[in-house]
Nanobody
Framework: HVQLVESGGGSVQAGGSLTLSCVAS?????MAWFRQAPGKEREGVAE???????TYADSVKGRFTIAADNAKNTLSLQMNSLKPEDTAMYYC??????????????????WGQGTQVTVS
């Protein structure tokens, strides 16, 4: 599996911004960000395919931006206008192939350790 390391998490006030980064050990056709809050189910946040196709969760559309730098094997998530409900552990995920179903967690076999985002 691809090795993934996230960074950039922290604490911020509502309305603020944070940018998360993920460094991968090798290229992947599909990469995504997921998040999980205490006591809640893991949910998809944003996904990007190698052809550039992007999918966002409805809750973050217009506020978050996902991007990939293939030359450096990095993935980013720019988060603006943060809300308390965005508080969660954020995980980077990668797959050597893409599926028709967007943000399908079970399809991803490589996961990072997570980075905490707290909005108050």
């Amino acid at each position: 599996h691809v090795q993934l390391v996230e960074s950039g998490g922290g604490s911020v006030q509502a309305g603020g911004s944070l940018t998360l980064s993920c460094v991968a050990s090798e290229e992947s056709y599909c990469m995504a960000w997921f998040r999980q809050a205490p006591g809640k189910e893991r949910e998809g946040v944003a996904e990007i395919r190698s052809d550039g196709m992007i999918t966002y969760a409805d809750s973050v559309k217009g506020r978050f931006t996902i991007a990939a730098d293939n030359a450096k094997n990095t993935l980013s998530l720019q988060m603006n206008s943060l809300k308390p409900e965005d508080t969660a552990m954020y995980y980077c995920a990668a797959s050597p192939a893409c599926t028709l179903r967007p943000l399908y967690a079970r399809f991803y076999g490589s996961w990072g350790q997570g980075t905490q985002v707290t909005v108050s």
